[in-house]
């Protein structure tokens, strides 16, 4: 089984803040990866696919990157609405999946 | 617009069998080439793939739930269900149903299930 970590488990920023959120997978996983923000009591939803692909309507302060093992995504200028919980998401052998643990993040 | 919707017992008690629906509306859940699946998330903590069922019938599940977890659809009804046997107080969370591809695209708004006596 493909097995995920993220980092950091959580981060507090200010507004216009930078942040990345890494995301390693024990195998390589090519780019089969996703990444979610899930806001309390909410569905999870899909921000970047394939892991560098911004989802239609989504702002474009959010990217992703990486490929293989390792991946970062990235809030270029951290906004209120922003406060959520951030989830990697493999599918190298679909239809089996693993997420990560997830990434809160909160305003400073 | 695509639109999910869960149903089922709110409470289970342990050892008994966790029965979920979801209804879908808005598109047809046999004409295209999509899985409908299941995730769920105990309180706190993080997603967890239960399984899933292609449009054309074939299902597959999370090896560490596979001897638990049925998923059925009914076309008909153009719903999809999940069943879960001999549940434990470990089985408490908010179960999603959701239409995906290696992306998971469309979701319920999840329903909580607490298991107990």
């Known amino acids: 089984d493909i097995q995920m970590t993220q980092s950091p488990s959580s981060l507090s920023a200010s507004v216009g803040d930078r942040v990345t959120i890494t995301c390693q997978a024990s195998?390589?996983?090519?780019?089969?990866l996703n990444w979610y923000q899930q806001k309390p009591g909410k569905a999870p939803k899909l921000l970047i696919y394939?892991?560098?692909n911004l989802e239609t309507g989504v702002p474009s302060r959010f990217s992703g990157s990486g490929s293989g093992t390792d991946f970062t995504f990235t809030i270029s200028s951290l906004q209120p609405e922003d406060i959520a919980t951030y989830y990697c998401q493999q599918y190298d052998n679909l239809p089996s999946f693993t997420f990560g643990p997830g990434t809160k993040v909160d305003i400073k | 617009q695509l639109q999910l919707q869960e149903s089922g017992p709110g409470l289970v008690k342990p050892s008994e069998t966790l029965s979920l629906t979801c209804t879908v509306s808005?598109?047809?859940?046999?004409?295209?080439?999509?899985?409908w699946g299941w995730i769920r998330q105990p309180p706190g903590k993080g997603l967890e793939w239960i399984g899933s069922i292609y449009y054309s019938g074939s299902t597959y599940y999370n090896p560490s739930l596979k001897s638990r977890v049925t998923i059925s659809v009914d076309t008909s009804k153009n719903q999809f269900s999940l069943k879960l046997s001999s549940v434990t107080a470990a089985d408490t969370a908010v179960y999603y149903c959701a239409r995906h591809e290696g992306q998971w695209l469309d979701w319920g708004q999840g329903t909580l299930v607490t298991v107990s006596s």
């Open positions: 195998q390589d996983i090519s780019n089969y």
């Open positions: 394939d892991a560098s």
């Open positions: 808005g598109g047809s859940i046999s004409s295209s080439s999509y899985y």
